[in-house]
């Protein structure tokens, strides 16, 4: 029991508010059940920390400049605004510095991939995505704003984006399914001027390799010489395959449900799939994931729930390293695969090793925001793995600190300051480096 706070008392009844702290969602549905048994009680409404600190949505706008008086209202609208409107009639790249859209990214989804829970429709999505503003904000000052589309066709979330992106800086598509995901990624691309980054993809993959990179450092191997086994070949199984590739890594074998993805498969088969048979795979095995993990260094998991044996573990070569990221639920419990593994990291929070993208995702729009790029390119990623690796000294990686906890405020501006020189580097910017990094501000209360 926690506080009892009397909110109501009337001649034949007192209404009191009571505060209990319960283990699980289940067992406060049993404590409600309990209490409503009990003779002359009557419970009025029930309501839980998480719900009410979602009451109202948990972000908001604000004003930037006051509005209280006749002078301050003629300098923020009518008739000073008009002068700001012709200058950017005039240079259309002023845009970025004389309103929002240079710190603003739109976060785009139909809701159809929504992690843990899957296909749950735009609405149901919309926390999720009011979350994934905070983190932009919280990690690296740019403003988010989300963008919950009532619809899956592939043509027309490409139409309302490309309508919609005037007032962005960058567009974040999240919990898009595949490989629809792929296709809308690739025309957004090819036909925005501005950053388009699919964080299921891009940002685990960043932050995979900025953990494996880590991780070869604690076992002692090469990335050149290592197989990597890769569990689940959806839009992050995929993403990653390829930054490990450009990384360096020369053999991975991917598998899905259906086995492992080699050349002349016919089953099951999309075009990212075929790209990844063409790629991978350099010895046509045939088989499962215990065909697919025999020997390999290195498990990645994508998947669901416990579908790595541990007998596939097993059979892996000597000091493992195995990145269990299915969440909640990991493909092989990390309490069993330490028993047989050197490195091990989940999705969760409560393990060691936590890869979060978020990690990855504020410091990537912050750099390419800064120096206003027109995309995000593989070099821009891979600057963000390494910056994210970088941010432990090599003098203090353990097998339990792989990657760095997400309240390390110096990764964003790490992860922003590499991405923004990469950007340069690539010929995408459209400002020089030097002329602006933001600072990101630490908060020392977290």
């Known amino acids: ?43 009025r409404t029930v309501s839980d920390r998480v719900f009410l600190s979602h ?8 004003n930037r400049i006051p509005l209280k008086n006749r002078d301050q209202l003629s300098i923020a609208y009518t008739p000073g605004v008009a002068r700001v409107c012709r200058s950017i009639a005039q240079n259309p790249e002023s845009v970025y510095n004389l309103t929002i859209r240079g710190n603003t990214v739109a976060i785009v989804t139909d809701g159809s991939a929504v ?16 979350g994934k503003a905070m983190l932009f904000k919280e990690f690296g000052r740019v403003d988010a704003f989300p963008i919950c589309l009532d619809t899956k066709d592939v043509n027309e979330i490409v139409r309302i ?28 691309v090819n036909s925005l001027d501005i950053p388009v980054f699919h964080d299921d993809q891009h940002g685990t993959a960043v932050v995979v390799l900025a953990a494996l990179l880590n991780a070869l450092k604690v076992v002692g191997k090469k990335i050149n010489k290592v197989r990597v086994a890769v569990l689940g070949v959806g839009a992050a199984g995929v993403a990653c395959t390829k930054m490990l590739l450009d990384a360096g890594v020369k053999d991975v074998i991917g598998c899905d449900r259906t086995g492992t993805i080699y050349k002349g498969r016919r089953k099951q088969m999309n075009y990212m799939k075929k790209w990844f048979a063409e790629y991978t795979n350099k010895d046509n095995v045939k088989g499962d994931i215990n065909d697919a993990a025999k020997g390999a260094d290195v498990f990645l998991g994508l998947s669901g729930p416990g579908l790595f044996p541990v007998e596939a573990l097993q059979s892996m070569a000597k000091d493992a390293i195995v990145f269990a990221l299915a969440n909640p639920d990991p493909e092989i419990a ?17 393990y060691p090793n936590q890869i979060n993208n978020v990690l990855a995702f504020p410091g990537i729009f912050r750099g390419a ?12 990623k891979q600057a963000a793995a390494r910056a994210i690796a ?7 990686l353990f097998a339990d600190y792989i990657i760095p906890s997400v309240f390390q405020r110096k990764v964003s501006t790490a992860v922003a300051e590499a991405v923004a020189e990469a950007a340069v580097k690539s010929g995408v910017a459209r400002r020089p480096h030097s002329e602006k990094i933001t600072k990101l501000v630490v908060c020392s209360s977290l």
Request: hydrophobic letters at 45%; a negative charge.
């Open 1 to 43: 029991m926690g506080a009892i706070d009397i909110v109501g008392v009337k001649k034949d009844r007192v209404t009191r508010d009571l505060t209990v702290d319960a283990q699980s969602d289940v067992h406060a549905d049993e404590l409600i059940a309990a209490i409503k048994k009990v003779k002359g009680i009557r419970v």
């Open 55 to 62: 009451l109202g949505g948990k972000i908001t706008i604000e």
């Open 115 to 130: 992690l843990g829970l899957g296909d749950i429709g735009p609405c149901a999505a919309m926390p999720v995505m009011e």
């Open 161 to 188: 984006v490309k309508a919609l992106a005037p007032t962005f800086g960058g567009i974040n598509l999240e919990d898009i399914a595949a490989p629809r995901c792929f296709e809308i990624e690739e025309k957004l």
């Open 334 to 350: 990390p309490e069993i695969a330490s028993e047989h593994a050197a490195v091990v990291a989940t999705g969760r929070s409560d």
């Open 369 to 380: 925001l800064d120096v206003h790029a027109s995309k995000i390119t593989e070099d821009m």
């Open 390 to 396: 970088e941010s432990i000294p090599e003098r203090e």
